[in-house]
């Protein structure tokens, strides 16, 4: 069992609206984690998330599309403060946000809110801005600490520079979790801004597997995807290049596609990552890659169903 810990907001997406072309927003449900726990779900891994949603109109719509995407909430809370909301800025496809976040449901999580954590869990997933902003930030540190030794944890910290106020706490915050983490995935704007200096990639890949994890991913859009390795291992996967409609999500649905993966190929368990051979590795690479292609050549971040992939094959 995944379970997806983080956070779900409303993305709203720039559109012209009206007959005279006004600038506008349409609301689509989103987040970091909420997207990785979409995708999964209707890849047909059956994951849980772990959050609080609110118990306005917002709330309502990111509950509604958890469940009919397959996701189970059994995990989740519900709490009388607002949604967190996104504005994003499109600049040739690539996204950019200003978060609305002060006092929301999912940020003032703590650790003593959260219900028994399920033995079941063999795979934790953090990620996003629940990384950032606290409480909730500390509230999913300290929860890969308590229930991550024995688990795989996957995280994806999407660096967003504009929304860490305390920038030396946060990366104190990172260390931690990664630390825990078995998996770190980033993009390698986030690798340049986690291991800053004159470093090559595998060199600032290589600050990374330092800290703990046995596997990071470092995508760079349309130039693909590699996996650096502990053991010294670098596997690369090239990508096909995609008429890009908008990159939100992408990320997102890409960390789905390779846990999605790894857990139907049975080797998502804690003892079996350093035993993952290259071809374990490049197929879950490929999901991963496949599944973010998708996303990109949509609007908004809407991952594809299992089914849409096979009749795509």
């Not at 770190?184 to 994890?213: C, F, M, N, Q, T």
């Not at 010294?232 to 939100?248: A, H, L, M």
């Amino acid at each position: 069992m995944i379970v997806c810990c983080g956070e779900a907001l409303i993305d709203m997406i720039p559109a012209k609206c009206g007959e005279t072309g006004e600038a506008g927003f349409i609301p689509r449900a989103g987040g970091s984690v909420f997207n990785t726990s979409v995708a999964l779900g209707r890849l047909g891994a059956e994951p849980r998330f772990l959050s609080c949603l609110s118990t306005d109109m917002f709330g309502a719509t990111l509950e509604r599309s958890l469940r009919e995407s397959k996701v189970n909430l059994d995990l989740c809370l519900w709490a009388n403060r607002p949604t967190t909301m996104a504005y994003v800025r499109l600049t040739q496809g690539n996204a950019s946000y200003v978060f609305h976040d002060e006092n929301t449901a999912g940020r003032m999580i703590a650790l003593d809110d959260l219900k028994p954590f399920p033995e079941e869990a063999t795979t934790l997933f953090f990620g996003g801005i629940s990384l950032v902003v606290e409480p909730c930030a500390e509230t999913y540190a300290a929860l890969a600490e308590r229930e991550g030794a024995n688990r795989v944890v996957m995280v994806d910290p999407n660096i967003r520079p504009e929304f860490i106020v305390d920038e030396d706490r946060f990366r104190s915050r990172l260390d931690r979790i990664f630390k825990m983490a078995n998996i770190v995935k980033v993009s390698d704007e986030d690798l340049e801004w986690l291991a800053p200096g004159e470093l090559s990639i595998l060199e600032r890949a290589e600050v990374i597997l330092d800290k703990g994890p046995e596997i990071v991913l470092v995508t760079a859009g349309g130039a693909g995807v590699t996996a650096y390795l502990g053991d010294g291992r670098v596997i690369n996967k090239s990508i096909t290049p995609k008429d890009v409609v908008d990159t939100v999500g992408a990320g997102d649905s890409f960390n789905a596609g390779f846990l999605r993966s790894l857990q139907s190929d049975g080797v998502l368990e804690h003892f079996s990552l350093t035993n993952l051979s290259e071809n374990q590795i490049y197929k879950a690479l490929t999901l991963g890659a496949t599944v973010a292609g998708v996303v990109v050549s949509r609007i908004g971040a809407n991952p594809p169903w299992a089914e849409e992939l096979e009749n795509a094959s």
